[in-house]
């Protein structure tokens, strides 16, 4: 239920909020913009679109990815995230502690220390960089035990309903690239330029207006995770 993880490590529910994916296939990111605009509720733009980096961590056995594929509702895990270029000096990093409890999701945020990515990044350098931060105890145990499985990046637009009640974001140019523990070229991966993933986000209290919120869309809710299709698409490539 939570690989090497005994309790979801937050404990007021009423943190956690709903998001509802759309993997989107068919229409241009144009096309999906305009979906969203024309809304009835009327979304607007709420911040300038930036491109997101991660690396993403799991279990030296793919925990996270294994209970993904295999629709496990209750899961962990754990990410570093920063905006603007993909390597080079990272002045702003964060590591996130994704929790999810079947539909609902909520995440724990902490700074972490400036530090530089690039092909020599290694899981040693990482693990150095987590215990020069100021992490609590629990949270610097859990994620010394994980390793770098999967670079992505990606760019994002955001929006907000004029109620405030709900939340869009648009991701495309979508880049995946292979992460080993020690060396990396970077040259094993693939983009995918071609797919849009839409994601609806709003808190538990407005779970009622959220069908009809959904419905307006012309597009299908999906099981859509960046990390398990970066996994799949990058699976020849063993963490060493």
Sequence with gaps: MWPNIKEPQIKDISLFRYERKYFISDLSKGQVEMVVKNHPIIFKEIFHERIINNIYFDSLERNNYVDNVEGSK???????????????????PKLEMKIKIGLLGAKRTFKLQPFTFDE????????EIFRKSDLPEDVLTLVLQQWPALVNQYRREYFQSMDKKFRITIDDKQRFLAIRSFGNTFLSGFKDDNNIILELKYDQQYFMDAEAVSNCFPFRVTKSSKYARGIYGTSGIQMS
Excluded at 121 to 127: F, G, I, K, V
């Design 120 to 127: 020599k990044m290694s899981r040693a350098d990482l693990q």
């Design 74 to 92: 209750d899961r962990v895990k754990f990410r570093i995230r920063w905006y603007g270029d993909l390597e080079g000096e990272v002045l702003n």
